[in-house]
Each structure stands twice: as structure tokens, then as C-alpha cells.
């Protein structure tokens, strides 16, 4: 497998493997159903959560391994 196939944390300059996915929707641009995300290793989860948090962005925080893309259909 290889490094571009490894899901990585978003965190400015971490390559730690990513653990979390940080689902988040930023309101003024955004419709209500659409999700963007950002990718955490266990030491930045809590960083990128409260970053998302304060601007009242972030809508779920999901392990990595659990996460289904709720991607419309069609796309």
C-alpha cells in the first residue's frame, strides 16, 4: 500500500494515521446536508474538534473506522 493510500491526520504538518473523522458543514456556504471533513489522529482530535467547535461548524465526530460517507446518491 502506498503513502498516498494511508489516511493521514489534517493537522498542519502531522502524518500520524488518521483515527476520527471529524464531519463538519460550515452554515454561510454550505447547505444543511452537505459535510466536509477533516481527518484526526488521536492526539489533534480534540484540537480539530474544538477549532470546528467554537465557530459552530462541527456536526459528529466518528472513529475512522465506523465512518460511512453520507454522500447523496447519484454522486
Known sequence: MSDETIPICS???C????EWVLA???PKI???ERRKTWL???EHREHLSQFL???GFLKDVVAFADWRD???EGR
Open 24 to 26: 463538519w458543514n460550515n
Open 30 to 32: 454550505h447547505t444543511p
Open 15 to 18: 502524518r500520524a494515521d488518521a
Open 70 to 72: 453520507p454522500a447523496p
Open 40 to 42: 484526526a489522529c488521536e
Open 11 to 13: 493537522a498542519k504538518g
Open 53 to 55: 467547535g467554537v465557530r
